[in-house]
T-cell receptor, first 115, second 111 residues
Framework: DTGVSQDPRHKITKRGQNVTFRCDPISEHNRLYWYRQTLGQGPEFLTY????????KSRLLSDRFSAERPKGSFSTLEIQRTEQGDSAMYLC?????????????FGPGTRLTVT | GQQLNQSPQSMFIQEGEDVSMNCTSSSIFNTWLWYKQEPGEGPVLLIALYKAGELTSNGRLTAQFGITRKDSFLNISASIPSDVGIYFCAGQLGSGNDMRFGAGTRLTVKP
């Protein structure tokens, strides 16, 4: 399967712990996006990478959140000192360098539960 | 902020029926997109619209971009059980990282 993959698929953590999620985009897609989706809502944009450069961050991305894409391939999203309000599905999407940037392919998401 | 209002929130229909759902906004969007999301999966792009008034079909799906660029509808004809899922509209304001999603329409199809 050559789609976007995310790991882990599910994560349960206690409040105050740090968590890290990984996203592997479709090969050779240079654009990568992170979204957060809470229950009953659509995805909300968090941050965007073009290759290894993080070009935009949403105001939703508090200072407890950090994302990296060190070699322009896979990306990680870390949440420090998790809070119950961080419970959500974290979606990653990638987009090819050629073609429109709205053509985003989503991964299956990582569902985070903070207890 | 630029909010997309999607309706209805949920629909329960019989297999074979046609379905219509819509999305409105107070903002003008460059591109309008419709996605489907199934349980435990990420959204999958169904249709993209980028010309005002454009009517586009993808199999049994038909979507139109409103002439004012502030609304769109999605129709599904002759629904089948595998149409079950949540349908999201999304509007792109500028570039791909400026995409706003509606809250979704949950579709249930009874066989």
């Amino acid at each position: 399967d050559t789609g976007v993959s995310q790991d882990p698929r599910h994560k349960i953590t206690k409040r105050g712990q740090n968590v890290t999620f990984r996203c592997d985009p479709i090969s050779e897609h240079n654009r990568l996006y992170w979204y957060r989706q809470t229950l009953g809502q659509g995805p909300e944009f968090l941050t965007y990478f073009q290759n290894e450069a993080q070009l935009e961050k949403s105001r939703l991305l508090s200072d407890r959140f950090s994302a990296e894409r060190p070699k322009g391939s896979f990306s990680t999203l870390e949440i420090q000192r998790t809070e119950q309000g961080d419970s959500a599905m974290y979606l990653c999407a990638s987009s090819p360098s050629t073609g429109p940037d709205w053509e985003q392919y989503f991964g299956p998401g990582t569902r985070l539960t903070v207890t | 902020g630029q909010q997309l209002n999607q309706s209805p929130q949920s629909m329960f229909i019989q297999e074979g029926e046609d379905v219509s759902m819509n999305c409105t906004s107070s903002s003008i969007f460059n591109t309008w997109l419709w996605y489907k999301q199934e349980p435990g999966e990420g959204p999958v792009l169904l249709i993209a619209l980028y010309k005002a008034g454009e009517l586009t079909s993808n199999g049994r799906l038909t979507a139109q971009f409103g002439i004012t660029r502030k609304d769109s509808f999605l129709n599904i004809s002759a629904s089948i059980p595998s149409d079950v899922g949540i349908y999201f509209c999304a509007g792109q304001l500028g570039s791909g990282n400026d995409m706003r999603f509606g809250a979704g329409t949950r579709l249930t199809v009874k066989p």
